[in-house]
Every structure is written in structure tokens, then in C-alpha cells.
């Protein structure tokens, strides 16, 4: 079994973009695989030492009704089978309470989690980044998915928390 990264984050921060990115290659998409159910989409992510799997969650939605509308299923079983979470925000758009609500449910659920700060493509990311620390989830990867600007870097993270 390869490890699983799940891309979580509320609706265009950017998770397919960055799935798109990180599964390009022509082997990358994973029509079965023993373990996992098939109704998210799979691919599989080319890295150096070990390969990955990458599960593209499809958005958290109606996160302003709370946790429980949130946690829907699809994303709780992606959380459960993950071995890293990527969760996504949105560098031009800031902290908004969305975000709030999906990081205290991320700390809780005890996996690890990197912090991925997307869009940073013309704006100061160094500036931007720091915003997020306040999220207490460590320290944010900025990275433009849309260029594939920095994701090397948060490819090296995963070695890091496996
Ligand atoms: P999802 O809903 O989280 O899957 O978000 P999408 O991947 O569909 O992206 C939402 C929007 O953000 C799309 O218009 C993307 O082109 C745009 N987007 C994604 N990544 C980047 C990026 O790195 N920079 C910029 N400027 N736009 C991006
Ligand atoms: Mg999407």
C-alpha cells in the first residue's frame, strides 16, 4: 500500500488544480487500487524514493452550517484512509472563518497536516503566509498549483511526516 495524501479545503482553493499538477504524468491516474473505495478520484503521484497516492476530496462545503455539515462522508472517509493531509487555503482570499473551522476540525483528528498556502503567483507570499500561522497547524508551504511553483517543496514535507 503506497501513502495517501487527501487534498481538503473549502470550495477553489485550488485542490484540483493541485491534484491536476501532482498526478500529470500518463501513469498518474489509479483506476483500482486494493484498499480503497472508488467513488473520489485517485492518482498517483511520481516522487523519488516512493511513490504516492493523491485523493482529490471535492471540496468542503457548508462549512458556515458548522463541523457536522462540513464532515461530510466523502471527505471523512478520504480523512480516514490519509497517512498526510494536505489542507489548502487561499492566499488572496486570507483567513476566513471556513478555514477557522476546518483547521480545529484537522487538529483534532490527530494525522498530520501541512498547512499549503496556494496562489501565491503575484503577491508577497512572505507576508501572506505569516497570516496563516495563526491557524496553529505549523508552518505553511506557499505554492502556486496553477504553476507548480514550490510543490517540490511540499512533496519534500511528506518525507518529513510518513
Ligand atoms: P477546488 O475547488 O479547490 O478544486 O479549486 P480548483 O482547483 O477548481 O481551482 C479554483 C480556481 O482557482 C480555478 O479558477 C483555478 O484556475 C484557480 N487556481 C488554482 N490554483 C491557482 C494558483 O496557483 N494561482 C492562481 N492564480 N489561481 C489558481
Ligand atoms: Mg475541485
Given at each position: 500500500m503506497l501513502p495517501v495524501i487527501a487534498l481538503v479545503g473549502r470550495p477553489n482553493?485550488?485542490?484540483s488544480t493541485l491534484?491536476?499538477?501532482?498526478?500529470r504524468s500518463r501513469e498518474a491516474l489509479v483506476a483500482d487500487y486494493p484498499g480503497l473505495t472508488r467513488d473520489r478520484q485517485y492518482g498517483r503521484v511520481r516522487r523519488g524514493e516512493r511513490d504516492c497516492l493523491v485523493v482529490d476530496t471535492g471540496g468542503i462545503t457548508d462549512v458556515d452550517d458548522g463541523i457536522e455539515q462540513f464532515a461530510r462522508k466523502q471527505v471523512e472517509v478520504a480523512?480516514?484512509?490519509?497517512?498526510?493531509?494536505?489542507?489548502?487555503?487561499?492566499?488572496?482570499?486570507?483567513?476566513?472563518a471556513a478555514d477557522q473551522d476546518?483547521?480545529?476540525?484537522?487538529?483534532?483528528l490527530g494525522?498530520?497536516?501541512?498547512?499549503?498556502?496556494?496562489?501565491?503567483?503575484?503577491?508577497?507570499?512572505?507576508?501572506?503566509s505569516h497570516d496563516f500561522y495563526s491557524?496553529?497547524?505549523?508552518?505553511p508551504v506557499a505554492i502556486?498549483?496553477?504553476h507548480g511553483r514550490n510543490v517540490s517543496d511540499?512533496?519534500?514535507?511528506?518525507?518529513?511526516l510518513l
Amino acid at each position: 500500500m503506497l501513502p495517501v495524501i487527501a487534498l481538503v479545503g473549502r470550495p477553489n482553493v485550488g485542490k484540483s488544480t493541485l491534484f491536476n499538477y501532482l498526478t500529470r504524468s500518463r501513469e498518474a491516474l489509479v483506476a483500482d487500487y486494493p484498499g480503497l473505495t472508488r467513488d473520489r478520484q485517485y492518482g498517483r503521484v511520481r516522487r523519488g524514493e516512493r511513490d504516492c497516492l493523491v485523493v482529490d476530496t471535492g471540496g468542503i462545503t457548508d462549512v458556515d452550517d458548522g463541523i457536522e455539515q462540513f464532515a461530510r462522508k466523502q471527505v471523512e472517509v478520504a480523512l480516514q484512509e490519509a497517512d498526510v493531509v494536505f489542507f489548502l487555503v487561499d492566499a488572496r482570499d486570507g483567513i476566513n472563518a471556513a478555514d477557522q473551522d476546518i483547521a480545529d476540525f484537522l487538529r483534532k483528528l490527530g494525522k498530520p497536516v501541512v498547512l499549503v498556502v496556494n496562489k501565491i503567483d503575484g503577491i508577497d507570499s512572505n507576508t501572506v503566509s505569516h497570516d496563516f500561522y495563526s491557524l496553529a497547524l505549523g508552518e505553511p508551504v506557499a505554492i502556486a498549483a496553477a504553476h507548480g511553483r514550490n510543490v517540490s517543496d511540499l512533496l519534500a514535507r511528506i518525507d518529513e511526516l510518513l
